[in-house]
């Protein structure tokens, strides 16, 4: 990862990686975002096709998709409206509880107990929204992490929840549907996501993020796109939460909103480089392979190194990679066509994953 | 006389929740930073002075008089750590995005969580205090000797706080920060370090609380978050850079939490407590008293 040397701009990496190569790359998955993602998709397919069905690694894998699902979906709010927000895992535990409750105690089946649960999280969200919608800042980043944690609080008395002791479910799909389920959801998102920034809703958006004032001056419904893009998140974290229920077969308020997880998403959007659609995929993969080599090799130490990966991010590069990249690639531009035209150029190539 | 007794009670705890967010109002005021990792400072407090306890006795365990001198040794440390927090992580991100500054003091907090864990296990871990003689009881009322002192101890924490910001140059200094910090540039204030002070005295308030709480409930390594969010609760009712609507936030918070726990369950205390927050940060967002954050 050469991110962290491109800061200072040596004349080494300059020659082995020029920025306008770093551009054309940029341009390359620009024009041709929709091929990638299908390229993605196909390879993405390939594992359990090619024997891999069960074990560590399967998991790992499948992990690392729930957690890009998540980012992504936080991104989306975060990222792409600036309401950052530190209670997404409370729609990730609606929507787990919702399921385990469905398929345990009513025994429903596992696909529609999944659309019930993002549904449930997607009204959960319209409601929730139009309260802490309306704040900002401070206010609003505290106001979903009491939301969080009053929900936490609520799934632990409740009898329904089975209280501080959880859900355990035993009659769960093999592995091979939870990859393809956690898979197809997170390239559903991603193909979602990447048309909805090409289109008025999507500049909407980040209208709202870079001036919530201005975009209500020029007769935006800010409180509409609000409330939608944060009902999309539900929706998609409803439904990855749901699916992991059933993945992990146990289920407990500790788990279900987990505070730290929540924070996790966010390094993840971060250090991909939020407001973009690969960052917080190419951000998930790689924190999440990170964490779970120290969680294997140095057990209990996850936080700290989480903890540690977030204040480095903050303070090193906020932009994240994809962010310090495009302003790495867009450096030579300038020279070459000086001015404003670099800044152009560098602003409208959206990217796309390849994972 | 059940209310009363309740509010009796949540008026003691209440104290203690309000001392705490005094200091988490006082960085919000000057640095312009939500400290999330202000509950941690309390935690930490709590277990120095657990330690320096168990360094001079054996156990921790002991008469009144040897708690109160661990006091300062709490209040020291914590302190230095605030201090040395604000100088090297958190003055990085001051006047960035808000969202930012909130993420790099949650990251703080993590970590300083895990290693506590690390260091010292998840178990909870009390102080015990020994008295010759049982409860006090005025009234019909049940008064608990260590919640007493606990109660006097956090309010001369408040009020000290108050008469330093009030009375001394130091605390002058830091006022200036908070209303203009380049007019205080220019008049000679060191305006990082008067910061890093503020970040330093209200961790050492909270640390000081800490050892208090350590005596009357209990500690473990993740209890950090929970006083994080009461302070903003309070924070939020008594409205930004008020210290009298931090102290009546507090003792109110501590009343609402002990009638719930009374007359509902214990269980539901927390989850009133954060609807609260949601409820009143929708209502009320410049809070009782003070001007309130700009939005």
Redesign the interface.
């Known amino acids: 990862m050469s991110t962290s040397e491109s800061e200072d701009s040596t004349g080494l990496l300059r020659t082995v990686l020029p920025p306008n190569q770093v551009d054309r790359v940029f341009d390359f998955c620009g024009e041709n975002g929709w091929k990638l993602l299908a390229l993605g998709a196909v390879v993405g397919a390939l594992p359990p096709l090619l024997g891999l069905e069960q074990g560590y690694y399967m998991t790992v894998v499948s992990e690392m998709y729930l957690f890009a699902i998540l980012a992504l979906s936080w991104d989306l709010v975060g990222g792409q409206t600036g309401y950052p927000s530190f209670g997404n895992m409370a729609f990730f535990g609606i929507g787990a509880y919702a399921t385990a409750i469905l398929v345990k105690d009513f025994a429903v089946a596992f696909p529609v107990a999944l659309i019930a649960a993002g549904l449930l999280a997607v009204a959960f969200a319209a409601l929730i929204g139009a309260a802490v919608l309306r704040l900002r800042g401070h206010y609003f980043a505290i106001a979903t992490l009491g939301v969080l944690l009053a929900a936490q609080q609520i799934s632990r008395n409740l009898d329904i929840t089975g209280g501080a002791s959880g859900k355990i479910l035993l009659q769960v799909p093999s592995g091979t549907v939870f990859y393809y389920l956690f898979f197809g959801v997170l390239v559903a998102e991603m193909a979602l996501i990447y048309y909805l920034s090409n289109t008025r809703f999507g500049f909407i958006l980040n209208a709202i993020r870079d001036d919530e004032e201005k975009a209500t001056a020029m007769g935006f419904n800010t409180t509409y796109y609000k409330t939608a893009a944060w009902m999309l998140a539900a929706l998609f974290t409803g439904v990855a939460g749901g699916t992991y229920s059933l993945f992990n077969t146990f289920i407990d308020p500790q788990t279900a909103y987990n505070g730290a997880w929540n924070v996790e998403l966010i390094a993840m959007a971060l250090l991909g480089g939020s407001g973009t659609v690969a960052g917080p995929v190419i951000g998930a993969f790689g924190l999440h392979t990170l964490i779970e080599f120290v969680e294997t090799a140095f057990v209990g130490w996850q936080l700290v190194l989480l903890g540690g990966a977030v204040i480095v991010t903050v303070i090193g590069f906020p932009e994240g990679v994809v962010g310090t990249l495009r302003e790495y690639a867009s450096e030579m531009a300038y020279y070459e066509r000086g001015g404003m035209a670099a800044v152009d150029s560098g602003e409208d190539t959206e990217v796309t994953a390849d994972e | 006389m059940a209310v009363t007794q309740f509010v009796v009670n949540g008026l003691l705890v209440g104290a203690l929740f309000a001392a705490v967010a005094v200091g988490f109002a006082l960085i919000w005021g000057v640095v312009d930073i939500?400290n999330l990792a202000h509950g941690e400072m309390v935690m930490l407090g709590g277990y120095t002075s657990y330690w320096v306890l168990s360094l001079i006795t054996g156990n921790a365990e002991g008469s009144p008089a040897l708690f109160l001198v661990t006091i300062p040794a709490a209040i020291g440390v914590l302190y230095v750590v605030g201090y040395g927090l604000q100088r090297t992580?958190v003055s990085?991100?001051i006047g960035?995005?808000?969202?930012?500054t909130?993420?790099?003091t949650?990251?703080?907090?993590?970590?300083?969580?895990?290693?506590a864990?690390?260091a010292w296990s998840a178990n909870p871990r009390s102080i015990q205090v020994s008295f010759a003689d049982p409860s006090l009881v005025a009234a019909g009322l049940v008064i608990p000797k260590m919640k007493l002192i606990a109660f006097v101890g956090a309010i001369v924490l408040t009020v000290a706080l108050y008469v330093f910001l009030q009375r001394t140059r130091t605390g002058r200094a830091i006022r200036a920060v908070s209303q203009n910090p380049e007019a205080a540039a220019l008049v000679g204030i060191d305006v990082e370090h008067t910061r890093a002070v503020t970040f330093g005295v209200s961790s050492a308030i909270a640390g000081g609380v800490g050892a208090f709480i350590a005596t009357i409930l209990n500690i473990q390594p993740q209890m950090g978050?929970i006083y994080t969010?009461k302070s903003?609760v309070i924070v939020?009712f008594g409205g930004v850079g008020s210290i009298p609507g931090a102290l009546v936030g507090g003792l109110l918070l501590g009343s609402v939490e002990e009638l719930t726990a009374g007359f509902v369950?214990s269980?539901?205390t927390?989850?009133v407590s954060?609807?609260l927050?949601?409820v009143l940060?929708?209502v009320k967002?410049n809070g009782l008293f003070g001007e309130g954050?700009e939005?």
């Not at chain 2, 960035?96 to 930012?100: E, G, P, W, Y």
């Not at chain 2, 949650?106 to 290693?115: E, H, K, R, T, Y």
């Open positions: 939500i992580l990085r991100v960035t995005d808000i969202f930012l909130l993420l790099v949650f990251g703080i907090s993590i970590a300083i969580q895990q290693l864990i690390q978050l969010l903003f939020v369950s269980q539901w927390l989850a954060f609807t927050l949601i940060l929708v967002p954050a939005q």
